[in-house]
């Protein structure tokens, strides 16, 4: 599907729903100012590789540069927001086979330190996407962690999402980092909840299966938009979760997951943040569509490495 770019240009996506076309940097934009008005402060994408952090190679999150005051140490505000750059190598399995895996891309975060918790940090999400953003709720369905039943409340009673839109998934999919009470790294953690955009009928497993689809399948159907960590544990070496001494808030929204759901385009490749560069690789360089979303996933990386002198 074509994409039209500019001031009130519009588009219709598959379901037949007309979008005012925003544009990934309006997106970013509206992000941070949406969260500055409640009270954070905008923080600036930290260097690709943390500094003064030995345990991590590549800036994999927006938490990453927060990690202090995560643990209640050098808090000098008590919410941020940012639109971090990151890598990450931990799925690179997965980039260019699918529309929506990058090893380089952005994340728009929120956080507290010690502030607000889980009622605010998912009703301002959800006022963000639905009304913001314009969403319509009918296409956005919820996971939280299998025994986090604040959380499920919050949604199901306050927030009104139907119980057969919300569901429950263990620590591997609904805790982060993944698994990280069996599994670790060490250091902050928490369940979260993810909040998912479905595409519809047209990528479901139910033309397959007789099993119904919901975000716990990874079809396509249901993608992964935002996913809000309620960060209040500190793993140790062996294996214990200490609470922290404050409970703590670290959302993470992929840029170009968003910018791909609001300009009605499946694939993130096909968004303004990626489609005349993955049109020019492809026409020079001849390459089928999933070689060229893999080798131009690649060269955004390095890119950026280079840029930094890395």
């Known amino acids: 599907m074509g994409i039209l770019f500019g001031k009130n240009k519009k588009c219709f996506n598959f379901f037949g729903e007309e979008n ?10 509206k ?3 949406f969260f500055q008005k409640k009270g954070h402060t905008i923080a600036s994408s930290d260097s690709l590789v943390p500094i003064d952090d030995p345990t991590l190679l590549f800036t994999g999150a ?3 540069q927060f990690k202090e005051q995560f643990m209640g140490k050098n808090i000098s505000y008590s919410r941020a927001t940012s639109s971090q750059k990151c890598l990450r190598t931990g799925d690179i399995e997965n ?3 699918t529309p929506r895996h990058h090893t380089f891309f952005e994340m728009l975060g929120n956080f507290s330190f010690g502030d607000y918790f889980k009622r605010e940090a ?3 999400a959800w006022e963000f996407l639905t009304k913001e953003m314009g969403i319509s709720a009918e296409r956005l369905w919820i996971s939280v962690y299998k025994d986090d039943d604040e959380a499920y409340s919050i949604w199901n009673k306050e927030i009104k999402i139907p119980a057969g839109r919300i569901v429950r998934l263990d ?3 609904n805790f982060w980092p993944a698994d990280a009470p069996l599994k670790g790294p060490n250091g902050p953690c928490g369940p979260c909840s993810e909040i998912f955009y479905d595409w519809g009928e047209k990528y479901s497993r139910a033309k397959h299966s007789s099993n119904p689809c919901d975000p716990s399948c990874d079809c ?4 992964e938009v935002w996913n809000l960590v309620f960060t209040s544990f500190d793993r140790k070496s062996d294996g214990t979760l200490v609470p922290l001494p404050s409970k703590n808030i670290d959302t993470g929204m992929g840029l170009e997951r968003i910018t791909a759901v609001l300009q009605g385009v499946y694939s993130n490749f096909e968004t303004d943040l990626f489609v005349s560069l993955v049109n020019s690789v492809k026409a020079n360089l001849g390459l089928a569509k999933s070689l060229h979303q893999y080798a131009f996933s690649f060269l955004s990386s390095l890119f950026f490495l280079v840029r930094r002198e890395i």
């Open 62 to 64: 927006g938490m990453n």
């Open 171 to 173: 620590a591997d999919n």
């Open 95 to 97: 980039v260019g086979k």
């Open 20 to 29: 005012l076309v925003i544009s990934a940097h309006e997106i970013r934009k």
């Open 31 to 33: 992000y941070l100012e």
């Open 122 to 124: 998912i009703n301002w």
């Open 220 to 223: 396509g159907r249901f993608v």
